[in-house]
Structures are given as C-alpha cells and as structure tokens.
C-alpha cells in the first residue's frame, strides 16, 4: 500500500514536471492594423508579455497600451490620449484557453493548427472572443501565432465623426510570440 | 502512512492549483518604467516652449498670428486690421531633440533654436523621474535696416540669445505646469535703461476640457534687465484646440513677439489698459522618413 501510494505520488510529480511546463515570453509581438484607404494606420508592440500552460492549455497575454509604436508620432499621441486613454487603461489583456490542446502535443515537435477562446479586455471593456490561431513546437521552445479582427466599437472607444472614415472599423490584430520554457 | 498522504497531497496539489493561478503574475515583474506623454498639446505653451516634443521625423510648419490691440476699437476692427505673423518649421530629429527656424515680421526677424529633453516624466521602475527637464536655446536676427543714423551697425548688432531650462510635470490627465527660468541676451538694445542681459521667469499651465480641447496660460515674469516702466510680463491666456493633424491655439495676449527674444523684451502693451490682442498659432505636422511599418516584422 505505502509501495503503491508512494509510486503514484512520485508519478503525479513526474507527470507535472515532464507535462505541466509553462512557457513565457516577454518580448512577443502585437501589431494591428486599422487604416483606410485614406491613411495607413499600423502600429507594432514588441513588448507583449504572455504565458502558456502546456498542461491545462491556459494561455494569457498582457500588452501595454503605451508599447506600441506608430511610425507617426502625433498618431501615437492621439491613440494614447484620445483613443485608448492608456493612463486610465494601461494594459489590453487576454486570458484564454485553446480548447483542442493536448499535453502530449508539446512532446512532439510540429506545426498544430489551434483554436483560442477566452476574454479580451481592452479599454476597461471585456469581451468574449475566438480565433484560430497555430503552435509551432520544437523542442523547448513555442512558437504562437494568430490574427484576429477587433470592431473598435465593441471596446466603447469612442471615434469622433470627423475622422470616422479615416480609422477602420475593425482592426485586425496579429501576435506573434516566442516563448521559452518558465523555470 | 497519514504523512505520505499528506506529502502526496501536498505534492500533487500545485498540479491541481496550477489551473486557477493567475499565469500572467508569473512573469509579471512589475514597476515597468512607462514614460508620461502629452502634458502640452504643443511644442509651446502659447508663445514659449514646452516639456512637449515633436516626435521623430516630424515636420511640423507653424502658422503665426498676433493681431492689433482689442482697445484700438471699431476703427480699427479690434486690432483685426493688422497683423504681425512668424512662418516656422520645426523638425524632430529624435524623440527628444527638435531644431526649428522661423521668421517673423516684426523686426523682419530671423530665428533659430534647438531643443533637447534629458530627462522624461516617467511612472514605475527605477530612476523614473516626477518632472520632465527640457533645455532650449536659440539665437535671433533682425534683417531690418538700421536707421540712417544709427550708431552700431555690425552684424554682431543684430544678434540677441537666449536659452532657457524648461522644468514641467504632468500632474493629472487634465493638468500639466512647468516653470521655465530663462536668460536673454541681446547684442544691441534700444536704450540705456536696458541691459544687455534680461533675466525671466516663465510659468505655463494647461487644463485639458475636453480630450480635444484645453485651456492654456503662458506667463513670463522679468526678473531684471528691463525698464519695468516701458515693459511689461507678457501674459498669454486661451484654448488648444485639436483636430487630426491640427492644432490651433486660438488666445488673447499682451504681446506680439514669437520668439523668445521677442516676447519677454519686446512687449509693452499692459493687458491692466486693455492692451490685448487676439492671435493665434496654426501647427501641421508631416512625418518624413520611411513610409513601410510592417506588421510584426
């Protein structure tokens, strides 16, 4: 019995050691899209920071507002000051699940096409969302990638009529992030 | 075999907690060092500089205007009728460095200037500093003739300095202050009560109204160096008012200089007799430089 109960604790142990990996990044990029055919409006964070359970599948991202970056800086004045209001709201984050993760999947290196659910919050707002997205596994690092559309309206940020045509109405959101194992 | 148990449990309940734990606090390490941006809508106050910058690769073409004396009366439109104005083009170089030239009418006055940000506002992490310390200096000429029978009429003679250290913090969202001590120096001055070294102190406030619109003042207190019988403190008083790449800044005034020379040793009028003026600076901005951002690149 001792035998027994000993064997499955160190098994538990082994398991949330070789299965329960966390992987992490830091420096994971952001970017969207939300221009018009009258202005190109691209920004890039390269600052996201996010960590994956490989056990649960749990996977959660945190974005500073002010880490992303315009190639016009009067752009980035306003999307800070007047759009997003990132003092009030510093951060967009995403806490989420991909439902069709296997633990297994992290043993063996390849390319896994994924699904993502979870709550995005972004301007103080929270909002279910899914997409599909892909984890290019090899060895111990992750590769995630995935690209979503965001209807601006959805989050109360609020565009004032005239430059409504300038600014689409949905942005498109592209991650990009490298994790590494969490020790 | 109560203590196995327990060390079992122990052992296995961070596999079972792990799902409920905030993952993101695991690499959350806190106190990241953000800096504070927008306590000026503008590069000035109304007529000084302020903490604010530009941005890299930021044209920035500067519209000018100060009309006459409100008190001049219907006759004269309230000072709608004439106009002193300063054509300026600002360029940022880097977030924290701006050149700029400009012209202005009055004295047929041409002007340079660079500014550089040391230090920037900044929340969390180590070393963030409470306030943002700006340098400025800048130099002006006058291309006006001299008069027939002026005395001094070298180049030299034209010239006047200045140079400031701009000290600002964005208190709230809405509320920003810097206090910007600041020395001219002027080749020539016009009479012997003068010196040639004024000494001032300028104060500006704004209180943002609205996310596109704030009330702004611009004050400058002269120490010394000034006939305080002829001159006045210029003191500007009105709104910013933004709209896209635009930002106008419509105000009432006692001075008509546009330039840091100008407007703290050249301003009479005394806003105590009702010498004030209605002006206005225009601000567009073009970013030059690479066109491509790509996405995640």
């Given amino acids: 019995m001792k035998k027994t109960a000993l064997a499955l604790c160190m098994l538990l142990v082994l398991a949330k050691a070789g299965l329960a990996q966390k992987y992490f990044t830091k420096n994971g990029t952001v970017s969207f899209e939300a221009g018009t055919a009258l202005e190109d409006i691209i920004a890039t964070n390269k600052t996201a920071a996010s960590v994956l359970d490989a056990a649960t599948g749990q996977i959660e991202f945190a974005v500073l507002i002010k880490g992303f970056e315009f190639r016009r800086a009067l752009m980035q004045e306003h999307f800070n000051e007047n759009y997003m209001e990132s003092s009030k709201y510093p951060k967009a984050v995403f806490k989420g699940k991909i439902v069709n993760l296997t633990p297994a999947l992290f043993q063996k290196p390849g390319n896994y096409p994924v699904t993502v659910k979870g709550v995005l919050e972004i301007h103080g707002v929270k909002k279910e969302i899914t997409t599909s997205g892909s984890l290019a596994i090899s060895g111990t690092t992750v590769q995630a990638l995935a690209k979503f559309p965001v209807t601006i309206a959805d989050y109360k940020i609020a565009i004032p009529g005239i430059v409504s045509d300038k600014i689409a109405k949905t942005a498109m959101v592209s991650v990009n992030c490298n994790y590494a194992v969490l020790k | ?297």
Avoid at chain 2, 76 to 87: I, K, T, V
Avoid at chain 2, 97 to 118: H, Q
Avoid at chain 2, 163 to 178: C, P
Wanted: one cysteine or more.
């Fill in chain 2, 1 to 297: 075999m109560k203590f196995l148990t327990t060390i079992c449990l122990l052992l296995i309940a961070p596999v079972i907690w792990a799902q409920e734990a905030d993952l993101l606090s695991l690499v959350d390490s806190g106190g990241q060092k953000e800096y504070v941006t927008g306590a000026f809508k503008s590069s000035r106050v109304i007529n000084g500089h302020s903490v604010e910058f530009i941005g890299k690769n930021v044209l920035d073409v500067r519209i000018l205007h100060r009309f006459g004396r409100i008190s001049d009366g219907i006759g004269e439109f309230f000072g709608l009728d004439q106009a002193a104005m300063r054509m300026g083009f600002d360029y940022g170089l880097g977030k924290n460095l701006t050149i700029g030239v400009g012209r202005s009418t009055a004295e047929k006055e041409l002007d340079g200037f660079i500014k550089y940000r040391p230090i920037q506002q900044a929340t969390g992490g180590k070393g963030a500093s409470p306030v943002s310390v700006v340098l400025a200096a800048g130099a002006a000429l006058t291309t006006q003739k001299f008069a027939a029978d002026a005395k001094f009429t070298d180049t030299k003679h034209r010239m006047a300095y200045y140079s400031e250290v701009i000290i600002g913090r964005k208190f709230t969202e809405a509320f920003s202050l810097q206090v910007s001590p600041t020395y001219v120096h002027r080749n020539l001055v016009a009479s012997q009560t003068d010196d040639n070294d004024t000494y001032a102190v300028g104060i500006g406030g704004r209180l943002k109204l609205s996310k596109r619109v704030a009330f702004v003042a611009d004050y400058h207190y002269v120490v010394s160096g000034l006939n305080k019988d002829l001159y006045k403190n210029p003191l500007s008083l009105g709104f910013d008012i933004e709209t896209g790449g635009h930002v106008f800044q419509l105000h009432f005034s006692n001075a008509t200089g546009m330039n840091e020379k100008a407007f703290i040793t050249n301003t009479t009028d005394s806003w105590g007799s009702g010498e004030i003026r209605f002006g206005f600076n225009l601000s567009r901005v073009f970013t030059i430089g690479k066109k491509k951002n790509t996405p995640g690149s």
